[in-house]
C-alpha cells in the first residue's frame, strides 16, 4: 500500500542518472506475460516490434537504451494460468538489456537471482512519547491526513486534541497511506473523532467513490480482496487461520494453531501478507496488519473453521502460561515474564473466548490461574483480580487450578485494598492446599496469608504462617521460598522494633547455620534487583549484614548495611533507618569500637 507512489518518486529522483531517463510502465491491466512487451512499448511511446515472441520484442525495444524502467503491479503476473510467468521476461532484460535497471513494484517477491528487496512499511506515525501535540500533527502519517483533509475541505485544520485523534487514526491504520487517504475523505461528513471510531469499527468504512481510483484502490477491502484473488487455497486457508492471532505469533504457535509450516509463512511473507519481526532473544515473531486481520477473520468465520481454530489457539496458549507460571516464583523470572509480556494480546484473547464468550470454562480457569503471578509481578492488580473473579465464579471445580486461583485472587485483593475478600479468598485457597497436599503450594498460601496479617498489623499471626511456610519449603529444599519468607520474618521482627532478634537473621530456622542463611539472603538480594524492588533489596541488604554479623565477618557486614542505608534515606523509611543503624552498631561493637556502637544506638 503506497507502493506506486514511492516508486515513482524515485525514478523521478534518478532519472537524471541513465540518458534515457526513466520510464513508468502500468501493468494493473495486463492480464498476461504476453502483453507485457506491449504496455512497455506503449510507455515508451515506440510501436510495438513485429516479431510475435515477447522476448525477442523486448530486446528490440530496449536496444542501446540508457534507462530506468519503473514496472509498477507485478504480483498478478507472477503465475500466469495463460501461459509462462512473467519473470521470464524480467530475467531476459537484465541479461540482454545491461543498460537498463528496473524497479519493480509487486506484492509478492519475484524470487530471482539478483533481486533487492525493499520492503515497504507504513508512514512515520507520531511516537506514543511525544513531548507535545506539535510532535503528534508534524509526523508524516498525520501530516498525509491532514493535507488529503484540506484537498476535501478549504481552511481544514486540527487542534491540539483532534491532532492527538488524527494520531489514533493513523496508528490504527499503521501508517498505511491510502487508508489515511481514505480516512480523511470523511472529514467533510464527520468529526475527527468520529472518523477514528469508525476506523476502530471496520474496514467498510475506508472507501470512496472517485471514479478516477483504479478499482482496487477505491477501499481497502477492494485491496485486500484483489490480494485474495492472487494466493492459492492452500494460502487461504492457512492465511485465514491466522487471523485468531492478536499481537502477532512465534513459529510454534503458527504450525500448531493455524498448521502454517515454514515454507507456507515464507510464502506468505514474500507475498506481503504476513510480516515478520524480530523477538526475544532468537524468536522470530509474525503478525498481520490489523486491518487485513479483521478482513481474515471474516474470512474464517465464513469458513466454518473459527470454533476449533479460537479452540486451538486457546489451548496453546493456556498450555504455553502453564510451562511458564512455575518459572515466575523463581529467581529467573525475567524471561518468563517478557515471555508473557510479548503473549497478551494472545492471552487476553485466550480468556476473552473462555471467560467472557462462553467457550471453555475449565480452559479458562486453568488459565487464568497460570496467569496469577504475572500479574502481580507487572503491576496489572486489577486487571488481573477482574479476570480472576470472572474465572473463581465458573461452576469448575478445578482442583489445584482453583485453589491456586483462590490464593492469587486474595494476595491481589489485598493489595488493591479489599481485605474482606482478600482473607476469604486465602483462606479458602489455604484449606484447599491443604487437602491437595502440595507442599510448595501450600507453603505459597501460607506465605500471602502472613503477608495480609503483616498488613494489618497483626504480627504474631502473620509470623505464625510465616514459620509454618518456612517449615514446608524447607522441606522440599525450595531455597527462593525460604529466602522469600525468611525477608518478611525479618520484616515482621523490625515492625515490632525487635531488631535484636531481626539481627540474628532468623538463625534459628537454619540451625544457627549463618553460611546458609548468607546464601539464602543472597538469592533474595538478587531477587529483588531483578524485579527493581528498592524496599526488597534494602531489606535484603539488611538481613545479609545481619547473618555476616552472626559469622563474625564485620567488613562485609557493613557494607551491607550502608547499601541499605543509602536506600533507605532515599524511601525516607525511618523503620528501615532504626534497622540500619541497630546492625551498624552491631558491627562497632564486634570491632570493639565502643564509642561507636553508643552513638550509633543512640541515634
Request: charged content about 20%.
Amino acid at each position: 500500500i503506497g507502493k506506486t507512489r514511492l516508486a515513482v518518486q524515485v525514478a523521478h529522483d534518478r532519472a537524471s542518472s541513465f540518458a534515457d531517463g526513466a520510464c513508468f510502465a502500468a501493468l494493473n491491466a495486463v492480464t498476461t506475460a504476453a502483453e507485457v512487451a506491449a504496455a512497455i512499448a506503449q510507455a515508451l511511446a515506440q510501436p510495438l516490434p513485429g516479431a510475435s515472441d515477447p522476448a525477442a520484442q523486448l530486446t528490440t525495444l530496449l536496444a542501446g537504451r540508457s534507462l530506468l524502467l519503473l514496472l509498477d503491479n507485478f504480483e498478478h503476473l507472477l503465475s500466469s494460468e495463460s501461459g509462462a510467468d512473467a519473470t521470464t521476461l524480467v530475467d531476459h532484460m537484465v541479461q540482454y538489456a545491461d543498460s537498463v535497471h528496473l524497479l519493480v513494484t509487486s506484492r509478492e517477491r519475484l524470487r530471482m537471482p539478483g533481486e533487492h528487496v525493499f520492503e515497504l512499511a507504513g508512514l512515520a506515525l507520531p511516537s506514543p512519547y511525544a513531548a507535545d501535540d506539535r510532535a503528534e500533527i508534524e509526523s508524516e502519517a498525520v501530516a498525509l491526513f491532514l493535507e488529503r483533509a484540506r484537498q476535501m475541505m478549504h481552511g481544514f485544520h486540527l487542534t491540539e486534541q483532534e491532532g492527538a485523534i488524527a494520531a489514533r487514526i493513523c496508528t490504527l491504520l499503521e501508517g498505511s497511506p491510502l487508508g489515511i487517504e481514505l480516512a480523511a475523505t470523511w472529514v467533510r461528513t464527520l468529526s475527527v473523532a468520529e472518523i477514528a471510531d469508525e476506523v476502530a469499527r471496520s474496514i467498510d468504512f475506508l472507501a470512496v467513490t472517485n471514479r478516477s481510483a483504479p478499482a482496487r484502490h477505491r477501499s481497502l477491502r477492494a485491496v485486500f480482496e484483489h490480494s485474495w484473488t492472487l494466493l492459492s487455497e492452500d494460502e487461504r486457508l492457512i492465511l485465514a487461520r491466522l487471523a485468531v492471532f492478536r499481537g502477532g505469533f512465534e513459529r510454534a504457535a503458527g504450525q500448531e494453531v493455524a498448521g502454517a509450516r515454514l515454507p507456507l509463512i515464507a510464502a506468505l511473507i514474500d507475498k506481503s501478507m504476513v510480516r515478520s519481526v524480530s523477538g526475544a532473544e532468537s524468536n522470530f515473531r509474525y503478525d498481520l496488519h490489523e486491518l487485513l486481520r479483521q478482513y481474515l477473520w471474516e474470512k474464517l468465520q465464513e469458513s466454518g473453521d473459527v470454533g476449533r481454530v479460537v479452540q486451538r489457539h486457546a489451548s496453546y496458549y493456556a498450555a504455553l502460561a502453564e510451562r511458564i507460571a512455575p518459572q515466575l516464583y523463581a529467581p529467573e523470572a525475567q524471561q518468563g515474564q517478557l515471555q508473557m509480556e510479548n503473549e497478551q494480546g494472545n492471552l487476553r484473547a485466550a480468556l476473552h473466548w473462555c471467560l467472557v464468550e462462553g467457550g471453555d470454562a475449565a480452559l479458562g480457569l486453568r488459565l487464568a490461574s497460570a496467569m496469577g503471578r504475572f500479574w502481580y509481578l507487572a503491576g496489572r492488580w486489577k486487571e488481573g483480580r477482574d479476570w480472576l473473579l470472572l474465572a473463581a465464579k465458573l461452576p469448575v471445580e478445578g482442583g489445584a487450578a482453583r485453589a491456586t486461583l483462590l490464593v492469587t485472587l486474595g494476595e491481589l485483593s489485598y493489595l488493591l485494598g479489599d481485605q474482606p475478600q482478600a482473607e476469604r479468598c486465602l483462606n479458602e485457597g489455604l484449606e484447599r492446599c491443604r487437602q491437595l497436599g502440595n507442599p510448595a503450594n501450600l507453603a505459597w498460601a501460607l506465605f500471602q496469608l502472613g503477608n495480609l496479617y503483616t498488613m494489618r498489623g497483626d504480627y504474631q499471626a502473620a509470623e505464625h504462617h510465616f514459620e509454618e511456610s518456612i517449615t514446608h519449603y524447607r522441606a522440599i529444599g525450595e531455597q527462593w521460598g525460604m529466602a522469600t519468607v525468611l525477608n518478611q520474618l525479618g520484616t515482621v521482627a523490625v515492625n515490632q522494633g525487635d531488631y535484636q532478634r531481626a539481627a540474628l537473621g532468623r538463625a534459628r530456622l537454619d540451625e544457627g547455620n549463618s553460611s546458609a542463611a548468607i546464601e539464602l539472603f543472597h538469592e533474595a538480594l538478587a531477587i529483588g534487583r531483578q524485579r527493581k524492588s528498592a524496599a526488597g533489596t534494602a531489606w535484603s541488604h539488611v538481613n545479609l549484614g545481619l547473618a555476616y554479623v552472626s559469622a563474625a565477618q564485620a567488613e562485609e557486614a557493613g557494607d551491607h548495611f550502608r547499601a541499605a542505608l543509602r536506600i533507605y534515606q532515599q524511601l525516607e523509611s525511618s523503620s528501615g533507618l532504626m534497622a540500619v543503624f541497630a546492625g551498624l552498631a552491631a558491627v562497632a561493637a564486634l570491632q570493639h569500637h565502643w564509642p561507636r556502637t553508643v552513638q550509633l544506638l543512640g541515634a
